[in-house]
Each structure stands twice: as C-alpha cells, then as structure tokens.
C-alpha cells in the first residue's frame, strides 16, 4: 500500500512540475521520496534556486512561508496546513516592533523559525548552521536576537564582543531534555559521543562532546570513527544516519518527538499534489518586507 502510494505522488509530481523537499525531521517515508532533504538553510536555498514552479514543502508552516517569501511567482503546497512551530509562535510582530524602539541601535536577527509577520521587522535571518557567520558578518555591536533564547546564548558565548538582547523563546521539543538523562547515559556508556542542537539548554550543551545544526550532526556522526552516540535533537535525523560499521545511536528518554513535524502523512503529500490545495499565501508587503531579511542571511551566512 505505501509503496503504491508513494507511486502515484511521484507520477503526480511529474505530472505538477513539482519539487518536494523534506525536513530532517519529517518521517523516514517522507524523506524518501523528496528530491531534497536537509536543513533549514538548505531547503531554502533550493526552493529559490530550482526551476520547477510548484513547491511541496514538507515541513512546518515558517518554512513554506520563507520558500513563498523567495519565490512569490511559485506555488508553495504545505501539506498540512497546521503544523506549525510553538517556537515561531513566541514571537509576535507587536511585540518585536516594542524592542525595536527600546533598542534603535539594534540589528534585528531572527531565527528563521518565525513568522513572515516577524522576518518583515527584522534585518537578517538565520539559521542554526550560518548563525555564528551572519553575527560576526554584522558591523553593529548590538543585536536583537529572537525567538531562541538557547540559541542566542550560545552565539553569544562565541562573540563575547557584541551586546546581545535575547527573546526568551525556545524549542519545546529539546527544552524536554533533562539534564539527568544526559548524565545517565554517559554513566552507561563510558565511551558516548554526545552531540546536540544548540536549541538544547546550556546545561545540556555543556555537556555535549559536538553542537551543530541538523545538518551538521548529521555530518558530525555520518564521518566520525566512534561507534556509539547519544543524539540530542530530533530523532527524524537518525533517518540520515549511517549505521554501518557497528553504529549505535541513542537518544534521551529513549526519543526526541517534534510532533508537528511528524504531522505529515505520505496521505497528505498525495492529496495536496492531486488537488492543488494548501497553497501558502502571503500578503504582499510583509513578503517584501520579510524577503530583504531572507535575501540578507544567503547575503552574510558565507
């Protein structure tokens, strides 16, 4: 039945002239029939470089809406429309537009999981992977960094030299990591690799032996010559791991669930193709707004 299925949504791509891109995150089944699988950055970047005019991007909405943002002429397809992101939800373009005046001097970073309401006020967007580069590609010395508290500290650990203002938002999926299941599992394993995301809190990176992006750990383990690992982030990356060579990976608690990504069904890829439906739509001076933010971090992530 899958098989049949994932059949007819590849005929139904051809059919659309689409593109499918996925998330690390997404399901394993998912992943297998994209064209592109990778992080943030990656996704974006494909999604504004690639000819095909029908995007189907299998994620959560900030990442649809910043494939919209690059490309306005291309139909973006989320294929279901409430998987959204608590994180971006922090953030409201009000309450941004308040720090701004307290902050004038300030350059406005955002994470790009936000809203497009919040990338129109900000200067530049990042992500996990090119956030280090863009603030020290950065000339001012004060920085509005939001919505991730935890990954705005740890920036700001690697350039002491800036002023940062940090939102007070987070992940709730890593923010669920204890400090003790860490702790636990290296008290097991003598010889664990611990890597993990920087949206993870400070006592959970700081116990970490590698911290980097989706994209990065996956690199990190996929080349490494240890064998065993505890992976702190969400467990959609395993998908892309090589376990070859007797690899063993572990993660806190037994799992790390980001239920929004897990949202989309094969189910849902299919109907959104065959019926042209959950287009993203934006309006039009947000979308120029946000762009210059988006167009910004392909500008200074290096």
Not at 225 to 231: A, D, R, T, V
Request: aromatic share 6%.
């Amino acid at each position: 039945m899958e098989n049949n299925l994932k059949d007819k949504i590849l005929q139904l791509k051809k059919k659309r002239g689409a593109k499918i891109l996925a998330h690390y995150y997404q399901r394993g089944e998912i992943q297998d029939i994209a064209d592109a699988v990778g992080d943030s950055y990656y996704l974006s970047k494909v999604a504004k470089d690639c000819n095909e005019q029908v995007i189907v991007f299998c994620g959560v909405k900030f990442m649809a809406e910043s494939a919209k943002i690059l490309s306005p002429e291309k139909t973006v397809i989320l294929p279901v429309m409430d998987a959204g992101c608590p994180m971006a939800d922090m953030a409201e373009g009000h309450e941004v537009e308040e720090l701004k005046k307290k902050h004038p001097k300030a350059k406005v970073v955002c994470y790009i999981n936000s809203s497009a309401e919040v990338k129109a006020l900000s200067d530049v967007c990042c992500t996990s992977s090119n956030a280090l580069n863009i603030i020290r590609n950065i000339d001012e010395e004060e920085i509005i960094f939001l919505p991730d508290k935890n990954l705005g500290e740890y920036i700001q650990e690697q350039v002491p030299e800036k002023k940062f203002i940090i939102w007070n938002g987070f992940c709730i999926t890593h923010k669920r990591v204890r400090h003790k299941e860490i702790i636990q599992a290296k008290d097991i394993h003598k010889d664990m690799v611990i890597v993990t995301h920087p949206e993870c809190e400070k006592e959970i990176r700081d116990e970490s032996d590698f911290i980097g992006s989706t994209g990065e750990i996956i690199n990190f383990v996929n080349t490494s010559s240890n064998k065993k690992f505890l992976i702190v982030t969400e467990e959609g990356v395993l998908h892309q791991m090589d376990s070859k060579d007797n690899k063993e990976f572990y993660m806190p608690g037994g799992s790390m669930v980001c239920v929004n990504m897990k949202k989309t069904r094969l189910e849902d890829v299919y109907n959104s193709l065959l019926n042209m439906k959950n287009k993203i739509e934006l309006k039009e001076d947000i979308r120029i707004k946000a762009s210059t933010a988006l167009k910004n971090m392909h500008k200074l992530g290096g």
